[in-house]
Each structure stands twice: as structure tokens, then as C-alpha cells.
């Protein structure tokens, strides 16, 4: 009997993302909102909790961030990475104080205390690369000149998360001054060993994962992200680090292959990550916090609009393009939601989870409304100019 439930309730939860994932869809946005508001209706408080299924989603949504961290990772690889470092260093230190600075401020204004300040401040940084990447596409601006610029700002981005998220965790376990920075220095070691070894030696891991049957790459790809992120673990790095690092392990042929082969297994297991995310927040929770999610959302999109402008300028590009690059960075999503998780299954502070919740829905579904919205405005600016 308990296993019919679970049976249910999962084909429920599954087939109910793929409704919700058609009507985002059509709706020209992006369906993370519509995830983590069916999480909300079906977890604690909402109009119908889950009964067995729960913990069964949970190790769902762990797969999820891992699968979202390796195929970031495999967008790009260790070159790209160090030359994106060293060639977009200011446009990146710049869009790290303007976007860190609202969470973090807020944090410490709600006498939340330093760690929340740490995590808030990652959950206003980061750009949901995923949702980014679409609205360009969706709204043909990959060829623009503009469109360089803000990759090389995600990817800085991404590396910083690299860095970030081993800090966090290390504040989270509530480890002690000494004990922290070993902790942190061990993980940023484990960064830069991994890094050099892909710079040196890359092309020995992709001989070791290669395989010209499609079943067989994808096993190897896959069980070699799930080992790394658990030694990650142990590490005290965390296991979404781990995952990212294994991706930009690998590069070329393989990597496209690998990434077409892994699309679908993220997309499940992404959805149900944020469908969990929700499970965790109390939707009576949210109202409160909703006026300060709002103020918070919109002082996030004049920072990452200066950051885009500021960006784009350096790089000799007209108004228009720097509007484009300002807007395709406001939106948030996967790393926002898995730095939140981190420190609600932490239980930092009982508003962070809402808050952070609040502040996503926003930002994920505004981003692409806003430059599909605007579109006109800077298409005039771009003929003025």
C-alpha cells in the first residue's frame, strides 16, 4: 500500500511539472516560478502536503543540483575559465560588490547575523545562467556584440560560486575560526588541484570517459560526477562544486555529447529540485516577507542593469547593447535556490527560506517579461544612437 501511494504521489508531482512546464511555455517564461509555487501547494501548509513521497524528493533534488552544476560545467572548461578571470577581472569584481551587497545589507539590517549575511549575499549575486542563456536565444540577441560580454560575466560568476560555496558550507557547519579556515583552505586547495589537473591533464580524464556507445558515456560521465561531488562532500567543498568541477574537466566533442545525453536527466531531476525547495517553505511564511523579497528584487535589477552598463561600456559598446547586457543579467534561479537550501536545511534563520523564495519568483519570471517588454524601447535607442 505504501508503495502505491509513493507511486502515485510521484507520477502526480511528475506529470503535474510537465503540465506546468507546457503552460510555461506558452507563456514565453521560465517555469522555475511554476516549480517552486507547486512545491509550496504541496509541502507544509499548503492545500494538499505530500504524504510518503517527500524523502524520495529530497534525494531527487540533490541529483538535481548536481546535474545542474555538471552541465554548467561542461559549457565551458578550465581555459575559458582562467581567461574569463584574467580578461573580465574589473567587470566581474564590480558585479560581485553591486549584487552581493543588497543580500548581504539586508541580512545584517534584520539582525540575521554574519552567516545569513554570506548566504543573502549569494542569493542576490548569482544570474540564473539558465534563464539567461534562453532569453538571448529566445529573443535572437547571441549574435549581438553585447552578448560576449555577459557570458564572460556568468562565467566569472560561476567560478565564484566555485570559491563561495565551500566557504559557505564551512559557515554553515558552524565550525570554529581555526577549524573553518583549515576547512576553507582545503576546499580551495581541492578547487585549484582540480583546475590545474584540468588544465594539465584534461585530455587523460576524456580518454578515461570517452566511449562511442551513448549508454556507456553517459554512465561513465554521471558516475564520475556523483564520485567526485561525494569525495567533494566529505571535503567539506560541497557536492555541487564537485560536479561543476568534473564538467569542466571536460571539453570539446565530448563535452557537446555528454551535455545533449545529460539535458533531460537535469531537466528531471532540476524540477524536482526546486518542487522541493518549495516542499521546505511554508507558503504563510511568504507573506510577510513578500514586501521585502519585492524592495530586494527591484534594487537586484537596478544593480545587475549598472553592472551590464558598466560591462558593455568597457568593452566600447553603444547604449542599446548595454540596456541588452543590464537586462539579460537580471534574472535568478538555480544557484539562488541551491545557496537558499543550503542554509535552510541549516536553519540559519526561519525567514531566509520565504524570502529567498519570494525574491526567485520575482526575478525568474520578471527577467524574461522585462526584455521581451523593452525589446522596442532599445531597439529606438539603438536607431538613435
Known amino acids: 500500500m505504501h ?20 503552460l510555461a511555455l506558452r507563456g514565453g517564461i521560465s517555469p522555475i516560478p511554476l516549480y517552486l509555487i507547486a512545491g509550496l501547494a504541496f509541502g507544509t501548509g499548503g492545500i494538499l502536503p505530500l504524504a510518503t513521497s517527500e524523502e524520495f ?7 538535481g543540483v548536481i546535474m545542474l552544476l555538471l552541465t554548467l560545467g561542461l559549457e565551458y572548461n578550465a581555459d575559458e575559465l582562467v581567461t574569463s578571470l584574467r580578461g573580465n577581472l574589473r567587470g566581474g569584481l564590480v558585479d560581485l560588490v553591486l549584487n552581493a551587497a543588497p543580500g548581504a545589507i539586508a541580512a545584517l539590517l534584520l539582525g540575521w547575523g554574519p552567516v545569513a549575511a554570506v548566504a543573502m549575499a549569494g542569493v542576490t549575486y548569482a544570474t540564473s545562467s539558465g534563464i539567461t542563456a534562453k532569453v538571448l536565444s529566445d529573443l535572437g540577441w547571441i549574435g549581438n556584440r553585447e552578448t560576449p ?12 560560486m566555485a570559491l563561495y560555496l565551500p566557504i559557505l558550507t564551512a559557515l554553515l557547519a558552524g565550525a570554529s575560526l581555526l577549524s573553518g579556515a583549515v576547512t576553507v583552505a582545503i576546499a580551495l586547495a581541492t578547487v585549484s588541484v582540480v583546475l590545474v589537473f584540468a588544465l594539465r591533464y584534461g ?30 562532500q566529505q571535503l567539506q567543498v560541497s557536492a555541487a562544486v564537485g560536479a561543476f568541477l568534473v564538467g569542466i574537466a571536460l571539453s570539446g566533442e565530448l563535452a557537446e555529447g555528454a551535455r545533449a545525453l545529460l539535458e533531460p536527466l537535469r531537466d528531471l ?6 518542487v522541493f525547495f518549495g516542499l521546505q517553505t511554508d507558503p504563510a511564511a511568504i507573506l510577510p516577507v513578500a514586501g521585502l523579497a519585492a524592495v530586494l528584487a527591484l534594487v537586484s535589477m537596478v544593480t545587475k542593469l549598472m553592472t551590464g552598463a558598466y560591462a558593455a561600456r568597457r568593452a566600447g559598446i553603444a547604449k542599446a547593447g548595454q540596456a541588452r547586457a543590464g537586462i539579460a543579467l537580471i534574472p535568478r534561479g538555480e544557484f539562488n535556490i541551491v545557496i537558499a537550501g543550503l542554509a535552510v536545511a541549516a536553519g540559519v534563520h526561519p525567514d531566509l527560506g520565504p524570502l529567498a523564495a519570494a525574491y526567485v519568483l520575482i526575478l525568474a519570471a520578471f527577467g524574461p517579461l522585462a526584455a521581451k517588454a523593452v525589446q522596442p524601447l532599445i531597439t529606438a535607442i539603438a536607431r538613435r544612437t
Open 149 to 160: 560580454v555577459v557570458l564572460s560575466l556568468l562565467v566569472f560568476e560561476d567560478l565564484t
Open 203 to 232: 585530455k587523460l580524464i576524456e580518454r578515461f570517459v570517452a566511449s562511442p556507445n551513448s549508454e556507456v558515456l553517459l554512465l561513465k560521465v554521471v558516475g564520475l560526477a556523483l564520485l567526485v561531488a561525494g569525495i567533494a
Open 3 to 22: 508503495a502505491g501511494i509513493l507511486l502515485l504521489e510521484l507520477g502526480a508531482v511528475i506529470l503535474g511539472l510537465g503540465v506546468l512546464g507546457a
Open 269 to 274: 531531476f532540476a524540477a524536482v529540485f526546486f
Open 57 to 63: 524528493i529530497q534525494v531527487g533534488a540533490e541529483l
